[in-house]
């Protein structure tokens, strides 16, 4: 079985929610480096660690207990499929924030199997991304990140790291994973950062 499944390969569109280089999919492929980790809720935590030393941390069902918002977006893989008008469930990143007390301007999001990716925090604070743990209605699906995703939507997919640990605030900007192996280190589809 590959690593990429149906939907990384489309006819181009004039569709103006498009970015450039994009083209839309109805399918949700699947891109993973490895094999998807099986994370039981009840080990499951989201933690934020600051350039202080703070650490806070999240129980699953301390983190469902949370406000949660129903957000819908458009999403963009750098592979160039991008799906329109999906529907997610999860907490703001604002709501963790409530208690963290920092200086830093970067995070380095930090996935169950080891997967990490840098994100500023002016790109996830202010109503711009949340911890996800449903999909269209659905818990969401291990393949694609479950029990819980990081969703950045208008950043390249890949920052929005599946199987979400938790953020380490960071005073400089650190390459994770993919920025480490060519990737662009901001990621916004619509100027077309995918590589570095």
């Known amino acids: 079985m590959g690593i990429i499944s149906s939907g990384f390969r489309g ?4 569709n103006p929610a498009l970015p450039p280089g994009q083209h839309e999919t109805h399918d949700f492929p699947v891109l ?3 094999p998807a980790p099986l994370i039981p809720v009840d080990e499951w935590e989201f933690f934020i660690t ?3 030393g703070q650490r806070l941390s999240w129980s699953w069902n301390e983190f469902v207990g949370l406000p949660q918002e129903e957000v819908t977006q458009d999403i963009h893989c750098v592979t160039s499929w991008s799906k329109l008008g999906t529907a997610w469930r999860g907490v703001s990143v604002d709501t963790l ?3 963290v007390e920092t200086t830093s301007d970067f995070a380095t999001a930090h996935s169950f199997d080891g997967y990490t990716t840098n994100v500023p925090l002016w790109d996830l604070l202010g109503g711009k991304a949340w911890v996800a743990w449903e999909f269209d209605h659905e818990p969401l699906e291990r393949a694609h990140g479950g029990p819980a995703r990081l969703l950045v939507p208008h950043l390249y997919f890949w920052k929005s790291a599946k199987w979400i640990h938790g953020l380490e605030l960071t005073g400089e900007d650190v390459p994770g994973f993919w920025e480490s192996n060519g990737y662009h280190l901001h990621g916004n589809p619509w ?3 995918r590589y570095s």
């Open 32 to 34: 993973t480096a490895g």
């Open 50 to 52: 600051t350039e202080n």
């Open 97 to 99: 924030f409530e208690n």
């Open 191 to 193: 100027r077309e950062e």
């Open 11 to 14: 006819r181009r569109s004039e």
